[in-house]
């Protein structure tokens, strides 16, 4: 199966590894050039557009860093694109609803799923991740081959493909808002004088830390905060949350505070740092 990623950002690399890994034949595009240096070596093709890396594919994925790049890269690939009743398009970008929605409008005939990633791009390349899946379920299936080998595991919920980035939304939510729950334990056991050894000892058998934070645990309690989801992108995704939330009449005021947190921490200097780094706005606060 042959398939071009648009987007070589971590989690684009990540994706483009794994296929190669499974076999795949991979053509990889991305805005700025100089990204797929890696990928590249390891066997995938480089295009210099996105119609280039769409020509001959079976499928295009797309891992892009914001709605605005999301809607602006489909939209060269659709204008471009030779054969338009073949192309199938998946985007497992962490975007709002509305633009996964507005992407099923452009894909000629409506060949497109949502396609949002659970997990980091080592998840990925290890085939631990998993993938949400909503839109055409004819396009989910003829691209089933990718969720079988590339992800641990894939869920359809529906027609909308708003259905799965906003869960993937709310996924996200539930975990910047522990990383920041979690990042004020650290700070305040830190001021007390507790060993930070022990507390990190003491938070891996805590249960009421869920386990999706234990691989940040290290990074939280004294890392250099060189992980791979920047606290830019996780304003971003909190903010979504929000906004979905807003749109059904729910009103979350913790959201308000959270998005906050990130995007301060991100204007003060950590805007490239894992979202780990919140805890150094705790710390600064220290008196």
Not at 7 to 36: C, D, E, I, K, Y
Not at 177 to 195: K, P
Request: with cysteine.
């Amino acid at each position: 199966m042959r398939i071009a990623v648009l987007g070589m950002g971590r989690m684009g690399r990540a994706l483009a590894q794994r296929l190669l890994s499974q076999h795949f034949s991979v053509t990889v595009w991305n805005r700025t050039p100089g990204q797929a240096g890696q990928v590249v070596q390891d066997g995938a093709t480089e295009a210099f557009s996105p119609a280039e890396a769409a020509q001959g594919a079976d499928a295009v994925l797309l891992s892009l860093s914001d709605d605005r790049a999301v809607r602006d890269v489909a939209a060269r690939l659709v204008d471009t694109a030779q054969d338009e009743d073949d192309l199938l398009v998946a985007d497992t970008s962490t975007v709002s609803p509305g633009t996964s929605r507005a992407l099923r409008e452009l894909v000629p005939r409506r060949r497109f799923v949502a396609a949002p990633i659970l997990g980091g791009p080592l998840d990925v390349v290890l085939g631990n991740a998993r993938v949400l899946l909503g839109g055409d379920q004819a396009t989910a299936e003829r691209l089933e081959p990718i969720w079988r080998y590339v992800f641990a595991s894939s869920s359809y919920c529906g027609e909308d493909p708003g259905c799965a980035v906003t869960l993937k939304l709310l996924n996200n939510y539930l975990l910047m808002a522990n990383v920041v729950l979690v990042s004020e334990v650290v700070a305040t056991a830190e001021a007390a004088g507790f060993d930070m050894a022990a507390i990190r000892d003491q938070l891996f058998t805590w249960a009421t830390v869920p386990p999706v934070l234990r691989n940040r645990l290290d990074d939280i309690v004294g890392g250099g905060h060189e992980g791979w989801f920047t606290t830019r992108l996780g304003a971003k995704d909190v903010r979504l949350a929000r906004e979905v939330s807003e749109q059904h009449g729910v009103m979350l005021p913790l959201a308000h505070l959270v998005e906050r947190i990130y995007e301060e921490a991100a204007e003060l200097g950590w805007a490239e740092a894992d979202i780990a780094a919140v805890v150094e706005l705790v710390r600064r606060e220290r008196r």
